[in-house]
């Protein structure tokens, strides 16, 4: 390893999955870290554990096709790039389809173990207040979207501006022995066999028109916890509470997270179930599972009421009911430049969901993007911005200038927290898309196909090419 006797060590705030992989990038470039982590000392509303990298949501990081999904590619590029975090979560899945899920506690531990062990990460257990000092001439601020108030206010009197901040809701857990499998079948939508999986990766718990009615009208009637002073603050989109989705339409559930498409109950096959409640395995040994899609604010016993009329659940065990928090992010595309620097203060770089990206993996990339950007800078070296064609490329890209200010309204901040997505990736070049030889129809649903499958095959080898790796890609159609 590079001798770094003549390194200052790069500050990091924030142990989460951004802030762990951007220490993990720093320290492999052979830069020394010192990781700021506040949890052993001061807890959070959603944290339950010390460990680094804890996953206080879903344990899963969703689709890993990269040959036509935006999240299965932002996965490869990771691998590519040597992220623990996919390492990580490589040796820690569990069976889930086609996405990638994780045994959430065997997870954070091989990550707090792997920066806990690397030599040049020191981890020091405080919480910090207020901006890193100026003696900390390189640093990321990476609190995640539970930054604590005190950092926030400094952010904000540093920036001049407010932050911005939505809700975010927690899934129940389920004990797996408490479900009636009489009822309940395993089955993977389309039985699709995804990583580690064998095509009956999920529990489906079926409902007829009556069941799902009720059901509907308990969750809009159900006490729910209150806003206090969050009143207003908006909801992300791609995570809202169940009870949200109901009270936007009664058959917005069915057409959401309890889409029976693509399921056959085993029990009377011939009957299409009119909804599905779907939980996934949460833990490596099967035991726990979570409920797809059921984030929620309803109240405990509300919540334990409600999730107990699904046919199969009447008799649920809760390892950990769902619950509702605050997520926090500054508003990128004004505040910071396309290394991610803060505009006002150079040295001092912001990472993961803070920066306004949602989702596991996309925040660790930001983080990942941090780290390799401050090893740089720290090494005096130049490290150009990923091609905007990739994933890391179309993400920063977003978040350092993707919103959109209104004519009408130019005072007004537009940016939104943002999952990655074909949306966020440039145009093929014109004459791409092709019809295939011997392909008689070509339908705009095959169209739509292969335009994913050329971004995603454009994306991993101009990812490949900015990091100077040799891999195994898939052929373009």
């Given at each position: 390893m590079t001798d770094t006797s003549s390194y200052s060590p790069i500050h990091i705030i924030g142990g989460g999955l951004a802030g762990s992989e951007a220490a993990w990038q720093i320290a492999e470039a052979g830069i020394p870290v010192r990781l700021h982590e506040m949890r052993g000392v001061r807890g959070t509303d959603a944290h339950k554990t010390d460990n680094l990298a804890e996953l206080v949501c879903s344990n899963s990081f969703r689709s890993d096709d990269a040959t036509s999904n935006a999240v299965g590619v932002l996965h490869a590029e990771m691998r590519l790039a040597g992220s623990l975090i996919m390492s990580a979560a490589d040796r820690n899945q569990v069976p889930a389809g086609g996405a990638l899920a994780v045994d959430r506690d065997g997870f954070s531990h091989a990550v707090t173990q792997a920066i806990e062990n690397h030599p040049l990460i020191t981890v020091v257990r405080e919480e910090v207040s207020g901006l890193p000092s100026k003696e900390w001439d390189l640093a990321i601020i990476a609190t995640g979207p539970l930054t604590a108030p005190s950092l926030a206010s400094a952010i904000q009197a540093e920036t001049g501006a407010d932050a911005l901040a939505f809700f975010d809701a927690i899934a129940p857990i389920i004990h797996t022995d408490s479900i009636n499998m009489d009822v309940c079948w395993f089955q993977s939508r389309y039985d699709k066999v995804g990583p580690g999986g064998t095509g009956k990766d999920y529990i489906n718990c079926p409902m007829n028109e009556e069941q799902y009615n009720a059901f509907v009208d308990a969750l809009i009637a159900g006490d729910k916890t209150g806003f206090k002073e969050w009143e207003g603050t908006p909801y992300f989109d791609g995570c809202l509470p169940i009870e949200v989705m109901a009270e936007r339409g009664r058959e917005t559930l069915r057409h959401g997270p309890m889409k029976p498409m693509g399921l056959t109950n085993a029990h009377n096959p011939t009957v299409k179930p009119y909804a599905v409640v779907q939980l996934r395995q949460d833990n490596a040994l099967g035991t726990l599972y979570n409920m797809v899609g059921f984030q929620t604010k309803l109240k405990y016993g509300a919540q334990a009421e409600v999730i107990r009329m699904i046919p199969g659940l009447e008799n649920a065990e809760f390892a950990r009911l769902g619950g509702l928090h605050r997520n926090t992010y500054i508003n990128s595309p004004v505040l910071l430049d396309p290394s991610l620097t803060l505009k006002s203060r150079p040295g001092l770089r912001f990472a993961g969901q803070i920066t306004g990206c949602e989702g596991y993996v996309e925040s660790a990339s930001i983080g990942l993007l941090a780290g390799r950007f401050a090893a740089a800078e720290r090494k005096g070296e130049p490290l150009p911005l990923p091609p905007a064609t990739t994933a890391?490329?179309?993400?920063?890209?977003?978040?350092?200038?993707?919103?959109?200010?209104?004519?009408?309204?130019?005072?007004?901040?537009?940016?939104?927290?943002?999952?990655?997505?074909?949306?966020?990736?440039?145009?093929?070049?014109?004459?791409?898309?092709t019809k295939p030889e011997g392909v008689k129809r070509f339908r705009g649903k095959d169209k739509t196909v292969m335009k994913k499958q050329l971004v995603a095959a454009r994306a991993l080898e101009d990812c490949a090419a900015w990091l100077g790796t040799v891999a195994n890609l898939p052929t373009r159609p």
């Open positions: 890391f490329g179309s993400l920063l890209n977003h978040i350092t200038g993707g919103h959109i200010v209104s004519d009408d309204e130019p005072g007004k901040r537009s940016f939104q927290p943002m999952n990655i997505n074909f949306g966020l990736f440039p145009l093929l070049e014109p004459g791409a898309i």
